[in-house]
C-alpha cells in the first residue's frame, strides 16, 4: 500500500474495532480503489463485507443489498442477480432465505412466472417442483399450494407430465 492508500485505510478503519478478516477486506477495497465506506461498518461480518466488496469490484449497484440485515448467503443471491442483469427486486427482501432467494432467481434467469411462488410461505423443495413444473409447460397451479409438501407437490406434477 502506498501512503494514499496507507492513509485510506486507517481512516476506515479508525473509528471502530474489527476483526482481522474485516480488516483484510477493508485493505483489499483501499488497494482497488473502491468506496470502502460501503461496508467498513462493524454490522457486517467479513463474509458479508466480502460480497459487498465483491460487487463494487464488479461495478454493481450494491445499495441493493449492502444492509446487515442480509447475509452474506443472501447477498450473494442478490449479487449473481445483479451479475446476470435480472430484476432482483422481486427477491431483494430480507424475509426470503438464500434457498428461496435462489429459487426465484433461477427462474427469472429462464423467464418463469415466479408469481406463482415467489411468497415466503412456499420452501425451496416446493419451489423447485413448482419451476420444474413450469419448465415442462405443465398447470401448476393444481399443486401451487404451501400446504402441500414437496414430495405430493412431485407426485403430482409428474403424475401430469404423465398425461400429456
Same mark, same amino acid.
Given at each position: 500500500m502506498d501512503a494514499v492508500q496507507m492513509k485510506a485505510y486507517y481512516g476506515a478503519i479508525s473509528n471502530y474495532y474489527f476483526k482481522i478478516e474485516?480488516?483484510?477486506?477493508?485493505?483489499?477495497?483501499?488497494?482497488?480503489?473502491?468506496?470502502?465506506?460501503?461496508y467498513a461498518n462493524p454490522k457486517f461480518d467479513?463474509? %458479508? $463485507?466480502?460480497? *459487498?466488496?465483491? &460487487?463494487?469490484?464488479?461495478?454493481l449497484d450494491v445499495s =441493493? +443489498? @449492502? !444492509? #446487515?440485515?442480509? /447475509?452474506?448467503? %443472501? $447477498?450473494?443471491? *442478490?449479487?449473481? &442477480?445483479?451479475?446476470?442483469?435480472?430484476?432482483?427486486? =422481486? +427477491? @431483494? !427482501? #430480507?424475509?426470503? /432465505?438464500?434457498? %428461496? $432467494?435462489?429459487m426465484i432467481r433461477y427462474g427469472l434467469e429462464r423467464n418463469l412466472d415466479v408469481s406463482i411462488y415467489s411468497t415466503i410461505e412456499y420452501k425451496k423443495e416446493q419451489m423447485v417442483q413448482i419451476s420444474l413444473g413450469l419448465e415442462s409447460n405443465i398447470d401448476v397451479l393444481t399443486y401451487a399450494n404451501p400446504n402441500i409438501?414437496?414430495?405430493?407437490m412431485e407426485r403430482i406434477k409428474l403424475e401430469l407430465e404423465g398425461n400429456r
Open positions: 474485516q480488516k483484510e477486506v477493508i485493505k483489499a477495497g483501499v488497494i482497488s480503489g473502491l468506496d470502502v465506506s460501503w467479513w463474509l %458479508q $463485507m466480502d460480497q *459487498i466488496y465483491n &460487487g463494487l469490484d464488479k461495478s =441493493i +443489498y @449492502a !444492509k #446487515p440485515e442480509f /447475509d452474506f448467503r %443472501q $447477498m450473494r443471491e *442478490i449479487k449473481e &442477480g445483479l451479475i446476470d442483469n435480472i430484476d432482483v427486486s =422481486i +427477491y @431483494a !427482501k #430480507p424475509e426470503y /432465505d438464500c434457498e %428461496q $432467494m435462489h409438501e414437496w414430495e405430493e
